[in-house]
């Protein structure tokens, strides 16, 4: 920083006059003293330099703080890291079913390939199974899928039980799901006439009671393991190896007629 512009150098002091001495004549002039001595120009800049470094320092600790940097440091960003979410495998799906029959059983047509058994009737508002009968739909044998069909009692006794025939082997020979008018349901296995319980008679919620009651009862059939529903509810299950495959057949209650629409039979896709 350069000195200011106001600063020169001090004047030497002024001559002295010359004094009268006693005989009248002029005395000479004392000796004038000798000039001051100049100030040095690099003592002023030492110390304006000094004092400018010192008011430097006063200013930065004023302003900054003790212990503060001159030049602020930016404060660094914090990361968040993610865990990347561990993947999940899918449930495995169950192997897609097709359909081998389906018909609602009301149409004119629907008897084609249907025993032509007076007790099977088709009529206008559906199939009529009339008496001790089995009805057989066209399909061939079938192993392995789900039967599904609606079923209401027109007339006859409220306790006799209608139903599913599956997996018949031969005359007196199949699997035999029945539901009746008292809410109650059943499982057998028939052998050349005689009934074997798979699973007892017994009652459930989900069946509708009374004669005019719809239900629609559901087999499905996985290798020997046989699971019953009604109304979309599970009833309950069973296993039995007797009979692998067999035809699907429809079997009314002995007692009056049954009315039976919405028939449906899948098969698992290959």
């Known amino acids: ?4 512009n106001d600063q020169h150098d001090p004047p030497t002091a002024p ?8 005989s009248g004549s002029p005395a000479s002039a004392p000796p004038s003293a000798p000039p ?3 100030r040095q120009r690099s003592q002023l800049w030492g110390f304006l330099a000094g004092a400018l470094v010192v008011g430097l320092i006063a200013a930065a600790v004023f302003y900054l703080g003790p212990g503060q940097s001159v030049v602020p440091q930016a404060r660094a960003t914090a990361t968040v890291t993610t865990q990347a979410a561990t993947p999940t495998l899918a449930a495995t799906a169950t192997p897609t079913e097709r359909v ?3 018909d609602a059983l009301t149409a004119a047509g629907s008897g084609t390939g249907w025993s032509l058994d007076p007790a099977c009737a088709f009529k206008p508002d559906g199939l009529h199974v009339i008496g001790l009968v089995i009805c057989f739909a066209p399909p061939d044998a079938l192993a392995d899928g789900t039967v599904s069909v609606t079923l209401k009692p027109v007339s006859g006794a409220t306790n006799k039980l209608s139903g599913i025939v599956f997996r018949r082997l031969s005359t007196g020979s199949y699997y035999l799901a029945q539901i009746e008018g008292l809410g109650r349901w059943s499982l057998d296995k028939v052998v050349n006439g005689t009934h074997t319980s798979l699973v007892a008679q017994q009652s459930s919620p989900a069946l509708r009671m009374g004669l005019g009651a719809s239900n629609t009862l559901t087999v499905q059939m996985v290798a020997g393991r046989f699971t019953i529903a009604a ?9 039995d ?3 692998a495959s067999g035809l ?4 009314g209650n002995g007692d ?3 009315l039976f629409t919405n028939l449906a039979i899948t098969a698992p896709r290959t």
């Open 1 to 4: 920083m350069s000195a200011p």
């Open 15 to 22: 001559t002295q006059p010359m004094y009268p001495t006693s």
């Open 36 to 38: 001051s001595a100049p």
């Open 100 to 102: 081998i029959y389906q």
């Open 231 to 239: 109304n979309g509810t599970p009833l309950g299950s069973a296993t």
């Open 241 to 243: 190896a007797t009979f």
């Open 248 to 251: 699907i057949g429809l079997a």
């Open 256 to 258: 009056g007629d049954v």
